[in-house]
C-alpha cells in the first residue's frame, strides 16, 4: 500500500531537493530580504538567525555523538566554552587572527572530548553522562580561576576574523552579513561532514558500538577506539561551533557554560529526531522560532522550552524527522517485488585459503571456565580442520555456546589456551575475529534499524582501508572501496536469498532471513573459521537448504566452520567431525557414523532427546 505522499515523492525525487534549494537560497538571501523590511537588519543577521545556525552546528555535533554513538554528552556547553575561550585566547591575548582561533578551537574540543572519553571507558550509559558533566563543571572552573581567560568577566572585544584583508566590524550590516554567510558555510560543511561520516564505515561502527559492542567485538570492531574517534569529531565540531558563538557575540565568559545553555540542543536534537540527518537542522528551527516568539519572557524561557519539550517526547517521541518516517506517509516502500531467489554462483567475496589437508585452523586445549559452582566448561579439548564443517552437540546447558566463547575473547578463561592456525590467540575478541574468527551468536545480534545492505557492510568494517578522513571527504579510495564493498555484499546477500531486501531495515525480515543475514555478516568479515551458535533453529525448509549451501561454499573455500546445531539431520549430514559434551566435558568425538553410535551419546543425548532429531 502507497500513500499519496509516497507516490508523489517516487514520481518526482527533485522535489525535496527542491525545497532544500529553496531554503538554502532564503538563508543566503536573507541579509537583503531583510534589509528590505527591518531597519535592525544587524539583529535578524546575526543574533537571531545566525546565531539559531551556531546553535544547529552544536546540535549536529550533538547529534553525532549522542544520537549516533549512544554517548550521551552533558558537556557540549563546556565545549562550546573552551572553543570560545580559544578564540578569545588567540585574538585578544595573544593578538592573531580568529582564524587561528578557529583552529585551535577544533583541536581543543577534540582533546577535552577524547580525553573525557578516554577517563570514562567502562562507564555505562548514565554514569558516562556524570563523568562528561563533571568534565563541563571543569571546564567552567578552570576558566574562572584563569586571570588570563579573565576570571568570572571573561574576555570581551572579541574581533570578527578578517576577511580579504578587511577587518569586520559588527557597526556595519555588510560585514555582519559577511560573517553570516561564513556561519552558514560552516554550517553546511560540518551538515556534509555528518552525511559522510554516517553513511561511512565509521559511523556504521559508531552504530555498532551503540548498539551492542559485543556484536561489534565480534565483527572485529574496536568499540572503544570507534567511540573515541566518534566523540573527538564531535568534540571538534562543537569547539567549531564555541569559537562561532565567541566571535558572534563579541565575548566569552564561563557563564556560557553552564549546563542550562545547553537545553536548546537537547530540546532542538529531541524535537527535529534524533539519530536523523535533517533532525538537528529542522530541530533547531523549530525552536529558534519558539525563542524568538518569546524573546520578552526571559525569566520564563527554560520553563517554556521545558514545556515545549515535554510536549514534544508526548506528541511526536521519535521527533519531527523520526515520526515522520514511522508514518503512514513517510515510511519507506518496502519494494518487495524482487522474489527471494538466491543465486547459486558462490560468491567471489569468499576468498579461497590455501592450507595444507589437516592443517589445524582453530584450537581449544584443557579449555575450563566455571561460573561460581557451575563448571559449565570442564576441560574441552577441541581441534577444528581447515576446509571441513565440524559439529558440536549436545543436551541443552552442556556448555556449547561457553565453549564458544572462551574460543573468541568474550569470556575469560578459567584454564587451558586457544590456537589459531598454531598461534596463541590474541586475549581480546575483537582482535580474535580480526585474526579470522567470527562467531554468531546464538541469540539474534542484528542492528534492527540499520539496513540489510548496511548490516553487511558493518561487517566488513575491520575491512576497510580508507581513513575517515578519506571517508568524510569521500576521496577516491573510500570511494572505490565503498563501491567494491557495497558489490560484494549484493553478491553476499543474493546468495543468501536476501539481495532483493537489501534496503530494508532488518527488523522488517522474517526471523530465518535475520538468522541467514547474520551469517551473511559474519562471512563479511572474511573469516578463516566461523562459529556458527545454533543458526538452523527456526529456519523454514528453504532457508536451510539456504544455510547449508552457503555452510557447503565456504567449506569448498577452505575454511574451517564451526557448527553448533539442534538439528542432528542437518549436522550430521554436513559436518567431517563431531564433538559431543555433556555437562561441560567432551564425551565423544568423530565422524558422524561414529558418534551415531556411541553409546555413551545415545544415552547422554540422542536417546534422550529423540525430537531434536526431526
Ligand atoms: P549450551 O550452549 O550447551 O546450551 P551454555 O554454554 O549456554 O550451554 O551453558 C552451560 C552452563 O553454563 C549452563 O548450566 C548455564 O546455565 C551456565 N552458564 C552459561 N553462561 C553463564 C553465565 N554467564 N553465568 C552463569 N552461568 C552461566
Ligand atoms: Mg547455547
Known amino acids: 500500500m502507497t500513500t499519496f505522499w509516497q507516490r508523489y515523492y517516487r514520481a518526482r525525487p527533485w522535489a525535496l531537493r527542491a525545497?532544500?534549494?529553496?531554503?538554502?537560497?532564503?538563508?543566503?538571501?536573507?541579509?537583503?530580504?531583510?534589509?528590505?523590511?527591518?531597519y535592525n537588519a544587524r539583529y535578524y543577521v546575526g543574533d537571531v538567525v545566525g546565531f539559531a545556525m551556531i546553535t544547529a552546528i552544536l546540535t549536529i555535533s550533538l547529534n553525532l555523538c549522542m544520537g549516533y554513538g549512544g554517548l550521551l554528552s552533558l558537556m557540549h556547553t563546556g565545549l562550546q566554552l573552551a572553543g570560545g575561550y580559544a578564540v578569545a585566547a588567540m585574538a585578544v591575548r595573544l593578538?592573531?587572527?580568529?582564524?587561528?582561533?578557529?583552529?585551535?578551537?577544533?583541536v581543543v574540543g577534540a582533546v577535552l572530548a577524547a580525553a573525557t572519553l578516554l577517563v570514562s571507558l567502562r562507564a555505562t550509559y548514565l554514569y558516562f553522562a556524570l563523568i562528561t558533566l563533571a568534565a563541563n563543571l571543569l571546564i567552567m572552573e578552570v576558566g574562572r580561576s584563569s586571570e588570563w581567560l579573565g576570571s568570572d568577566i571573561g574576555i570581551s572585544n572579541i574581533p570578527l576574523p578578517s576577511v580579504f584583508g578587511r577587518d569586520l566590524s559588527r557597526a556595519s550590516l555588510a560585514d555582519v552579513s559577511i560573517f553570516y554567510w561564513i556561519v552558514l558555510g560552516t554550517l553546511v560543511l560540518v551538515w556534509i561532514l555528518q552525511r559522510n561520516l554516517v553513511r561511512s564505515g565509521v559511523g556504521r561502527a559508531a552504530m555498532a558500538v551503540r548498539e551492542s559492542p559485543e556484536t561489534a567485538a565480534a565483527l572485529g570492531i574496536a568499540p572503544v577506539r570507534t567511540k573515541a574517534l566518534l566523540f573527538a569529531i564531535?568534540?571538534?565540531?562543537?569547539?567549531?561551533?564555541?569559537?562561532?558563538?565567541?566571535?558572534?557575540?563579541?565575548?566569552?565568559?564561563?557563564?556560557?557554560?553552564?549546563?542550562?545553555?545547553?537545553?536548546?540542543?537537547f530540546v532542538g536534537l529531541l524535537i527535529g529526531g534524533i539519530a536523523t540527518l535533517e533532525g538537528p537542522i529542522l530541530g533547531v528551527a523549530a525552536v529558534a522560532a519558539i525563542d524568538f516568539v518569546i524573546r520578552d519572557y526571559g525569566p520564563y524561557r527554560v520553563l517554556i522550552l521545558g514545556a515545549v519539550l515535554l510536549l514534544t517526547l508526548l506528541l511526536v517521541p521519535r521527533g519531527i524527522v523520526g515520526s515522520w518516517r514511522g508514518s503512514r506517509w513517510g515510511r519507506p516502500v518496502?519494494?518487495?517485488?524482487?522474489?527471494?531467489?538466491?543465486?547459486?554462483?558462490?560468491?567471489?567475496?569468499v576468498p579461497r585459503l590455501e592450507a595444507a589437508p589437516g592443517t589445524v585452523a582453530l584450537a581449544g586445549i584443557g579449555l575450563r571456565k566455571y561460573f561460581g559452582g557451575v563448571k559449565a566448561v570442564d576441560g574441552v579439548d577441541l581441534e577444528v580442520l581447515a576446509g571441513t564443517v565440524h559439529g558440536i552437540i549436545g543436551p541443552n546447558g552442556s556448555g556449547k555456546s561457553t565453549t564458544v566463547s572462551c574460543l573468541t575473547g568474550f569470556l575469560r578463561?578459567?584454564?587451558?589456551?586457544?590456537?589459531?592456525?598454531?598461534?596463541?590467540?590474541?586475549t581480546s575478541a575483537q582482535a580474535i575475529s580480526r585474526a579470522g574468527v567470527t562467531r554468531v551468536f546464538q541469540v539474534p545480534h542484528l542492528f534492527e534499524q540499520v539496513s540489510v545492505l548496511d548490516n553487511v557492510l558493518t561487517g566488513m568494517r575491520s575491512r576497510e582501508r580508507a581513513s575517515w578522513v578519506e571517508s568524510v571527504l569521500r576521496l577516491p579510495r573510500h570511494r572505490s572501496e565503498d563501491r567494491t564493498h557495497r558489490e560484494e555484499a549484493l553478491e553476499l546477500l543474493a546468495f543468501a536469498g536476501l539481495a532483493s531486501r537489501a534496503q530494508w531495515p532488518a527488523d522488517a525480515l522474517s526471523h530465518g532471513q535475520k538468522r541467514l543475514l547474520e551469517v551473511v555478516r559474519a562471512v563479511a568479515t572474511r573469516p578463516r573459521v566461523l562459529i556458527l551458535d545454533e543458526p538452523a533453529t527456526g529456519l523454514t525448509q528453504d532457508e536451510l537448504a539456504g544455510l547449508r549451501a552457503l555452510v557447503t561454499a565456504l567449506r569448498e573455500r577452505g575454511l574451517a566452520v564451526v557448527l553448533i546445531e539442534h538439528n542432528v539431520e542437518f549436522v550430521m549430514g554436513l559436518c567431517e567431525r563431531i564433538t559431543v559434551l555433556d555437562s561441560g566435558r567432551v564425551i565423544a568425538e568423530g565422524t558422524p557414523a561414529e558418534v551415531r553410535d556411541d553409546p555413551a551419546v545415545l544415552e547422554a543425548y540422542l536417546g534422550a532427546e529423540p525430537e531434536g532429531a526431526s
Open 234 to 265: 564531535a568534540g571538534g565540531v562543537a569547539g567549531l561551533a564555541g569559537a562561532l558563538y565567541a566571535m558572534q557575540k563579541g565575548f566569552i565568559n564561563p557563564a556560557v557554560g553552564a549546563l542550562d545553555n545547553g537545553l536548546i540542543f
Open 413 to 426: 578463561l578459567d584454564g587451558g589456551r586457544v590456537e589459531v592456525f598454531s598461534r596463541p590467540a590474541p
Open 19 to 38: 525545497l532544500v534549494v529553496a531554503v538554502l537560497a532564503l538563508l543566503v538571501l536573507w541579509p537583503f530580504i531583510i534589509d528590505f523590511y527591518s
Open 95 to 106: 593578538g592573531l587572527s580568529p582564524w587561528w582561533g578557529l583552529v585551535v578551537a577544533i
Open 334 to 349: 518496502l519494494d518487495d517485488s524482487g522474489e527471494a531467489v538466491r543465486s547459486s554462483a558462490v560468491p567471489d567475496v
